[in-house]
C-alpha cells in the first residue's frame, strides 16, 4: 500500500475512532456469547445479527488501523499556499459568494461535511495554489473554473 498524507487532525480523529471501537468491542462479544447460549446457531437471528455487527466492528478497526500505519502526518505553514490543513475559500464561476472547504488527505474526508480531500478534483485543482489565482478544475461533467479567494491555517489543527 502506498503512503498518504493525513494532517494532524485526521490523525488524531483516526486515533480516537479506533479507540472507541475498541471499547465497544467486549460489549458485542459478550451479546454474540449471550445469543450463542440460546441454542440452535442456525435458526437464532440474534446470534446471526451480533456476530455480523462484530465482524463489522472489527473490519472498521483494522481499515482504520492500516490509515494510522499508511498515513504521514503533514503539517501545515501559515502562508497563502493551498496545502493540506488550511481552509481555504473558493469563488465559483457562477457565486457571488465564496465557499468554504477544509483541504485534507483523502483518508480524512467524510470526518466533516466541508472538508474536501486532495484527491478530488477540485482539490487536486486548488493545491499548491496561491491566493488570487484561478485554477481550471478538470470535472467528470467538464471542466469549469475556481479562484482561491483566501487561506488560512484550518482552527484548531493540532
Do not use: W
Request: with cysteine.
Amino acid at each position: 500500500m502506498d503512503y498518504f498524507d493525513i494532517t494532524p487532525n485526521g490523525m488524531h480523529h483516526l486515533h480516537t475512532e479506533i479507540e472507541r471501537l475498541k471499547a465497544a468491542r467486549p460489549a458485542l462479544i459478550a451479546r454474540v456469547a449471550a445469543a450463542a447460549a440460546l441454542g440452535d446457531r442456525s435458526e437464532n437471528a440474534e446470534y446471526t445479527e451480533s456476530k455480523r455487527e462484530l465482524r463489522h466492528l472489527e473490519s472498521q478497526m483494522r481499515y482504520m488501523d492500516k490509515q494510522t500505519r499508511y498515513g504521514e502526518v503533514v503539517t501545515p505553514v501559515d502562508d497563502d499556499e493551498a496545502t493540506l490543513g488550511k481552509t481555504v475559500e473558493l469563488l465559483f464561476d457562477d457565486d457571488e459568494e465564496p465557499e468554504t472547504y477544509q483541504l485534507v488527505g483523502p483518508a480524512e474526508a467524510d470526518f466533516a461535511p466541508n472538508n474536501l480531500t486532495s484527491a478530488s478534483p477540485l482539490g487536486q485543482a486548488i493545491l499548491h495554489h496561491h491566493v488570487g489565482d484561478s485554477c481550471t478544475v478538470a470535472a467528470p461533467n467538464g471542466e469549469y473554473v475556481v479562484k482561491l479567494v483566501a487561506v488560512r491555517l484550518t482552527p484548531g489543527m493540532l
